[in-house]
């Protein structure tokens, strides 16, 4: 028992000292936080909701504090002048992602864009994705891949499911994910059933839970070596359910263009065709390996599939608990696209309410509060206090979403705020009161595709019917952190037809 004692107080003596030296080096302080216990820090009072809890702690500290959790120095930042420091001023220190063994085992290695460091291989996948795969020509050269999808699905809903609860985030999902697999392939496929689709779902929801979840081998220097949750383990198995998909894609695309010649159907160019374009592709600088086009359609995948289906679950539930939103949106769609009419993507600026409806439902629940968080290569300051090489910094911008002193009213569902000038806050970044895509350099690369999707899943889903909630159901905003925040529980609701002609349905 001695013994034990004994071992404890060295460890924490030695766990203060640490302390005590870096946040005195060049007498530039570490910022304030909670001291939490000797080796541990503050990990056994982090509950699940790391949203949650870092804004509460926020409250106590202020704009920027720090945490320890095992032997990593994690700081928080709250404020938008303090943001700025890191996305804009700071933004080459701080343009690295802090990627635990997991991520990397489940991302081909961190080779892909969301986790890959800052630097040539970043630029040339990030360059890639931008210019090659989601540019205007090649996101309208298939647009009638998520058209179809979305018609497809309207009409099984019209067939199969008037009167019946419904799980939005599911049927989203299964929409979403159609179309994205449409779009790598470049081709309508039969449909990833309901069967297909929920198991992708589970590979994706387990994926984003070994994303967030926090692991003792990263977490505790000494343990590096031992896979003591057995998270190792996981991703690899994670990573060889994506391969499947991935490989699935490849082999049939090239048993396509086997069958078509060359080139395949040129008219509806699939991202996989050109993907595995550029695997032959005569200059280095552009040359990617299979290895980094699989890494390319993890982020389509992910990044097209849970995150815009979540956001089109929160937009349903908001609408759904303002009726009088809702009529006004029905309204704009009868208005401009007609009720003899589905809604084509052209449609979509001129709905301003529904866009207004779509940024305020991000303001309140955008899927990452935290962003992804931010590793600097080499110690620097932030707001005065000293930020060591190596820090895991989350930008809480769920935070600054809800703060009094920048929105009137925080927490009300108010649409109208976005309305008056529909410029000053949009996708991009620039005012950094408003960050559902993050900022700076490692801002969101897929934006032109989730507005596209995210606008044309929810539009058609109100156009096409009125929804409300099964009889005795309450709607319940209750969330749970997963890297992406996400309904707790599941929104249920009811299709009735709006449209004028049934044939609008098939
Ligand atoms: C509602 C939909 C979406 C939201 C709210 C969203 C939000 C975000 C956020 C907050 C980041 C981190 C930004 C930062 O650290 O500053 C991010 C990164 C990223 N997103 Fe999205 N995203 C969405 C949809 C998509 C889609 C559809 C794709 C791909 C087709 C995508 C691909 C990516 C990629 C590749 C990155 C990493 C960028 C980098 O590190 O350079 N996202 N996203």
Redesign the pocket.
């Known amino acids: 028992m001695e013994i034990i004692t004994i071992l404890v107080t060295v460890f924490a003596l030695i766990w203060f000292l640490c302390i005590f030296r870096k946040s005195n080096k060049d007498n530039v302080p570490l910022p304030p936080g909670p001291l939490g216990l000797p080796i541990v820090g503050y990990l056994p009072f982090l509950g699940n909701n790391l949203h949650h809890e870092f804004t509460k702690l926020g409250q106590i500290y202020g704009p920027i504090y720090k945490l320890w959790l095992g032997s990593k120095l994690c700081v928080v930042i709250n404020s938008s002048s303090l943001k700025k420091e890191v ?1 804009r001023d700071q933004y080459k220190i701080f343009g690295n992602r802090d990627t635990p063994v997991a991520t990397l085992i489940s991302t081909y290695g961190g080779i892909d ?2 986790f890959s460091p800052y630097g040539p291989h ?1 630029k040339k996948m ?1 360059k890639t ?1 931008v210019h090659e795969i ?1 540019s205007n020509a090649s996101l309208d050269a298939c647009y009638s891949f998520r058209r179809e999808e979305v018609k497809k699905t309207i009409s099984q809903v019209y067939n199969e499911n008037i009167g019946m609860a419904i799980d939005i985030g599911e049927l989203a999902f299964l929409i979403v994910t159609n179309a994205v697999m449409s779009m790598m392939l470049g081709e309508t496929i039969q449909g990833v059933t309901h069967v297909v689709g929920a198991e992708l779902r589970k590979v994706i929801a387990e994926h984003m839970l070994i994303l967030a979840k926090p692991n003792v081998t990263d977490l505790f220097s000494l343990l590096a070596w031992f896979d003591v949750q057995g998270m190792e383990r996981q991703a690899k198995e994670i990573l060889q359910s994506y391969d499947k998909v991935f490989n699935y894609a490849i082999e049939r695309h090239t048993s396509i263009v086997v069958a078509k010649g060359v080139g395949g159907n040129e008219q509806r160019k699939g991202f996989l065709q050109v993907l595995l374009g550029l695997r032959d592709h005569v200059d280095s600088d552009s040359k990617l390996t299979i290895t980094q086009i699989k890494a390319l359609l993890m ?2 995948l992910v ?2 599939t849970d ?2 289906s979540n ?1 089109v679950e929160w937009v349903m539930a908001k609408l759904i608990q303002h009726p009088k939103v809702m009529e006004k949106v029905h309204e704009e769609l009868t208005e401009v696209v007609g009720l003899n009419n589905i809604v084509e993507e052209f449609h979509l600026p001129k709905l301003r309410n529904l866009d207004a409806v779509v940024k305020e439902t ?1 303001r309140l629940h ?3 509060p935290l ?2 968080s ?1 590793c600097p290569s080499t110690s620097c300051t932030v707001g005065g206090y000293t930020i060591p090489k190596g820090t895991t910094v989350h930008l809480n911008v769920g935070a600054m979403h809800r703060d009094p002193d920048l929105w009137g009213n925080p927490l009300e569902f108010r649409p109208e705020r976005f309305l008056n000038d529909p410029n000053l806050f949009d996708y991009r970044g620039n005012n950094l009161q408003y960050l ?5 350099r ?5 934006i032109p ?2 507005e596209k ?2 606008m044309h899943v929810v539009a058609s889903l109100l156009h096409c019917f009125k929804w409300e909630l099964p009889p005795g159901q309450v709607l319940d905003f209750s969330d749970k952190f997963c890297i992406v925040v996400k309904k707790k529980n599941p929104l249920v609701a009811m299709p009735t037809p709006r449209l004028s002609k049934l044939e609008l349905y098939e």
């Open positions: 996305v864009i969301v970043w990030r994705f989601l982020d389509i990044g097209g995150i815009v956001t991000l955008p899927p990452f962003l992804v931010r559902p895509f993050g900022s700076g490692r801002i969101c690369a897929g595709l989730a999707m995210l």
